[in-house]
């Protein structure tokens, strides 16, 4: 019983790895390169949503250290709600785009800790992406999508020794999608969604946070705005 559950973890790990890092599994999108056009993105248009335990600001690099406690969740299963992390972010009401963000969270050492991208609306409406640390053998490459006040969690076990990763979260008015990348080159779907309060104006970006007693710091890179990668759909007609 014992060595059919580890085979089925290994698997989990192994198959989500090697999506990441760029092999064919049928929802892959490369970036276009030099035939996507790039939008300005200017650091000095972020704000923050609570400060972080500190915050460096180094050119395209953005370090932030976390501070203990503090987390984004709202009731489904646990009950509780948190509604404490930071979130750096900037305002929008460009309807078709996409974000770019390459993360390092070398430093992340205690169970939950984590670092990603962000759509925070309100403490009932936003999404996030990120790593979440768990132990020395594995930890949760994943998406939290709260609308309403309820929040959902999906969840794939990856190495624990996977320190960086690039996510791409695209728009097309108030529907989402959220991708990860090993090398920023190809991108696999994590999460496709629809947010109730997403087709106006809306604030993204960045967060990090340590939900139980720990602190680290997360490194953020490669920020960058593009035209939407995440094309119209080009199978089934809507009704």
């Not at 092999?23 to 704000?47: C, P, V």
């Not at 932030?64 to 305002?91: C, I, S």
């Not at 309820?150 to 996977?162: L, R």
């Not at 629809?194 to 710091?217: L, N, R």
Request: charged share 25%; glycine share 6%.
């Amino acid at each position: 019983m014992e060595r059919t559950k580890m085979t089925v973890i290994t698997v989990t790990m192994l198959t989500l790895l090697v999506a990441c890092m760029g092999k064919d599994n049928g929802k892959r999108q490369e970036n276009i390169g030099q035939n996507q056009k790039i939008m300005t993105l200017d650091i000095g248009n972020f704000k923050w949503t609570r400060q972080p335990e500190s915050c460096v600001i180094k050119g395209d690099t953005i370090e932030v250290v976390t501070k203990p406690g503090t987390d984004l969740w709202q009731r489904t299963y646990y009950h509780f709600r948190n509604d404490n992390a930071p979130v750096f972010q900037m305002e929008t009401e460009e309807k078709f785009f996409s974000f770019v963000v390459k993360t390092d969270f070398t430093e992340s050492h205690h169970r939950f800790d984590q670092c990603g991208i962000v759509l925070y609306l309100d403490s009932d409406n936003w999404l996030k992406g990120s790593v979440e640390y768990e132990n020395e053998e594995f930890q949760h490459l994943g998406s939290v999508v709260t609308n309403n006040g309820f929040s959902d969690w999906a969840t794939t076990a990856i190495p624990a020794n996977v320190k960086t990763m690039w996510y791409r979260l695209s728009r097309r008015e108030d529907d989402y999608c959220i991708e990860c990348s090993h090398d920023g080159v190809y991108f696999t779907q994590m999460r496709v969604c629809h947010m109730h309060k997403g087709g106006g104006k809306i604030q993204f970006g960045i967060y990090a946070c340590s939900p139980e007693q720990s602190s680290f710091k997360a490194i953020f890179t490669d920020m960058k705005l593009t035209e939407c990668a995440w094309k119209a759909h080009d199978g089934q007609q809507p009704d």
